[in-house]
């Protein structure tokens, strides 16, 4: 079993939908947790950075974390077809991992589409 | 403000041909590095991160090897390449104990084809 689960999709939705991606995770020790934008052939962009549970809010973006049930969400509200791009999600358990550097653990990516 | 530089682009290289990747970072100081590779369809695989000068660490056994010769440079190298070893290669930088340092900020990308 992968330490961070991500369904790779494509997912396709039409302009101005609401979008919701999601990633599952099976470490525990877990607190950071991130979402990367990448566009084809680019390096990816971090678009969320989040401390523990609860929700973060960025205009039309908002990550949310659930720690009980080890389950994180970004959605993104009035999709443009500029959202079309693979969504990275990332986790790092910090100091508590065992490391002093935050070693970052990556889903596979969903690949977003939007059609106007 | 922060920019990190990879180069070069785009390379096609032969098997058993050398290889240098380079990275730089501008605009902070001692920044923790990272090299990564993403295959197509894949996630990211971390291969090497630098907590300072000098020091690397490997995450994954393989004919690659890295180097850190000043604070804001780091180097992906190899002496002999192999045809697993195509793909797009990530150089990313995060920020000093005391920052942020769990955020991590990637490069543009260097895309390798070995044929």
């Known amino acids: 079993q992968k330490e961070v689960e991500q369904d790779p999709g494509p997912l396709s939705v039409p302009e101005g939908a609401i979008v919701s991606l999601n990633c599952t995770y099976s470490?525990?020790?877990?607190?950071?947790f991130m979402w990367y934008r990448q566009y084809s052939r680019k390096g990816p962009e971090l678009l969320m950075y989040t401390y523990s549970s609860g929700n973060k809010e960025d205009g039309r973006f908002t990550a949310q974390v659930d720690k009980s049930s080890k389950y994180i969400s970004l959605f993104i509200r009035d999709s443009q077809p500029s959202d079309s791009a693979t969504y990275l999600c990332a986790m790092s358990a910090g100091n508590a991992g065992g490391t002093s550097y935050g070693k970052l653990t990556f889903g596979q990516g969903t690949i977003l589409t939007v059609h106007p | 403000s922060q920019t990190i530089h990879q180069w070069p682009a785009t390379l096609v290289q032969p098997v058993g041909s050398p290889l240098s990747l380079e990275c730089t970072v501008e605009?902070?100081?001692?920044?923790?590095l990272y090299w990564y590779r993403q295959a197509a369809g894949r996630g990211l695989q971390l291969l090497f991160y630098s907590v300072g000068i000098g020091q690397i660490s490997s995450e994954v056994p393989q004919n690659l090897s890295a180097s850190r010769p000043q604070d804001r440079q780091f180097i992906l190298s190899s002496k002999k390449l192999l045809l697993s070893d195509s793909g797009f290669y990530l150089c990313a930088w995060s920020p000093p104990p005391g920052g942020r340092r769990y955020e991590q900020y990637f490069g543009p990308g260097t895309r390798l084809t070995v044929t």
């Open positions: 470490n525990s020790a877990f607190q950071y």
């Open positions: 605009g902070t100081s001692n920044p923790n």
